[in-house]
């Protein structure tokens, strides 16, 4: 989980597998949550905290929101 200011592009630049990491070396190519923060610093604290979950919660949280685990790029201008 990583803050973007630029959202869509950051998805883009993972489906094209443009950073070595987590998401290429595991073909994560799917957008399954997001939250989205008026400002920065908030945005921030909340990654800092769900790092800190387990994969459990952090499964939980996504299938209460998105139950068919959907891409949800296509939502991001909506």
Request: aromatic share 12%; proline share 1%; charged share 35%.
């Amino acid at each position: 989980m990583r803050h973007t200011d630029e959202i869509g592009e950051r998805v883009s630049q993972h489906k094209a597998k443009a950073f070595k990491g987590f998401t290429a070396k595991y073909g994560v190519n799917i957008l399954v949550w997001y939250e989205v923060h008026e400002e920065r610093a908030a945005a921030f604290h909340r990654e800092r905290r769900i790092k800190k979950w387990n994969r459990a919660w952090k499964i939980r949280m996504i299938e209460e929101r998105n139950p068919q685990w959907l891409d949800l790029c296509e939502t991001l201008n909506q």
